[in-house]
Nanobody, 119 residues
């Protein structure tokens, strides 16, 4: 089992950029696929991006070409670089390990980090 702590969320203008971090505790972090998810007020939680143990990546269509997921196994950390931010990106962002599919969360949720895109 692992536990996740997300950080880096902020208030930004449309078109701006943010870099989110997710630090994981527990054994065998490097063998897990990992993912970023987000939940806007009144909406269901949705999958955003995933990265495999060796660095293979996948993205939701809504963020493809704008967001980049990466990982540093030596630091038990994954990142989400978000560029060209839009108001519809406003949400609480969470990370998790991935199960059988890219979007299947495997562990308990952390507290998330708030991203607000507004002019």
């Amino acid at each position: 089992q692992v536990q996740f702590v997300e950080s880096g969320g902020d208030l930004v203008q449309p078109g701006g950029s943010l870099r989110l971090s997710c630090a994981a505790s527990g054994s065998f972090f490097s063998v897990y696929a990992m993912g970023w998810y987000r939940q806007a007020p009144g909406k269901q939680r949705e999958w955003v991006a995933g990265i495999g143990p060796a660095g293979t990546t996948n993205y939701a269509d809504s963020v493809k070409g704008r967001f980049t997921i990466s990982r540093d196994n030596a630091k038990n950390t994954i990142y989400l670089q978000m560029n060209s931010l839009k108001s519809e990106d406003t949400a609480v962002y969470y990370c998790n390990a991935a199960g059988r599919t890219w979007s299947d969360p495997l562990r308990s949720w952390g507290q998330g980090t708030q991203v607000t895109v507004s002019s």
